[in-house]
């Protein structure tokens, strides 16, 4: 995107959504060098004053307009479900704020190409929160195979699988409605990794 952020300890992150992969996402800003967790939102205020307390974050709204009118949040962490993530990744654009959008980005192409379009015409950084980009091990194992250290790669199997937390998490991952399925929730994992 045309913009650039700068990492510090004071980039100040907002999280729209306060499920499990918030709660994480929340723990990994707390250890880093590079930034806080400054507001949370939910669409219930119980919920995102229960997040706040938990994760040590000062403020928190009962919703999501009201966090990106927070002239304390430089960054949005998109954690809603599957299919908000458009619909609040180009809101947050437009309120001017960089965006880290959690896997996958949309639920199409289209949406996809109209959230990449708003944080462009806003100047704002934007990307999916897509771990395996950007961890470490990553850049080792390509490492590896560059340097032709286990020889030619010819064939490449890759199988991934996880166990849902709890039942509702288990039928989101796949309910085609909610942005589930092979492909959108957990199948890219697995292409990634591989």
Not at 92 to 102: D, F, I, M, P
């Amino acid at each position: 995107m045309a913009s650039r952020i700068s990492p510090s300890k004071s980039l100040r992150w907002g999280i729209l959504g306060a499920g499990a992969i918030a709660d994480e996402f929340s723990d990994g800003v707390a250890a880093s060098s590079t930034g806080l967790v400054h507001a949370v939102a939910s669409r219930s205020v119980a919920k995102a004053e229960r997040f706040a307390a938990a994760h040590q974050v000062s403020t928190w709204y009962g919703c999501y307009e009201d966090l990106l009118a927070d002239p304390g949040v430089d960054i949005v962490y998109v954690a809603t479900p599957h299919p908000m993530h458009a619909e609040w990744a180009i809101k947050a654009a437009r309120a001017g704020k960089h965006v880290l959008c959690e896997k996958p980005l949309t639920v199409s192409l289209g949406e996809a190409e109209t959230v990449m379009a708003a944080a462009q015409e806003a100047g704002v950084f934007l990307m999916e929160a897509f771990m395996y980009r950007a961890h470490p091990q990553t850049a080792v194992l390509l490492d590896i195979l560059k340097s032709g250290a286990i020889g030619e790669i010819r064939a490449l199997s890759v199988s991934f699988g996880y166990r849902p937390a709890s039942s509702w998490e288990a039928g989101r991952v796949t309910d085609a409605h909610l942005g589930g399925g092979g492909i959108l929730d957990v199948g890219c994992s697995a292409a990634m990794a591989g």
